[in-house]
């Protein structure tokens, strides 16, 4: 649920699809977007292994090199994943709001959210 709604979003926004997410290409504008995934991954405390199950990459090694290199378009990736989150949160607290559930439920979803 939570990779999906990021995931969706930050290839809405560099208009990509799954498959080139996580496909092998390096072109600049795909890595961008790879880079925009782990930080709002990271910012929502998921672990490099995740990250990298979620995005195809081999091992967690190569997600810490993404989320730590400094690229030309490093503050506009990082506000991209910013937003990720921003709009996962407010997906995430609109069905609470919407839909009657169980406290169980309830208590999944805001450790899912934090």
Known sequence: M?????VNYVCTHFELTRKQLRG????SHIVD?????????REIGKTYKFIANVINRKDHTT???LVKRRSYN???NERIAHEA?????????SKVTHKKI?????LEMVQQIN
């Open 85 to 93: 989150v921003k709009a996962y949160k407010h997906m995430a607290l």
């Open 33 to 41: 977007a790879r880079q925009s995934c782990a930080l709002a991954f």
């Open 24 to 27: 092998k290409s390096r072109k």
């Open 63 to 65: 997600i810490m090199h």
């Open 102 to 106: 169980n406290m169980g439920e309830f």
């Open 74 to 76: 490093w503050h506009e």
């Open 2 to 6: 939570i990779e999906e709604c990021i």
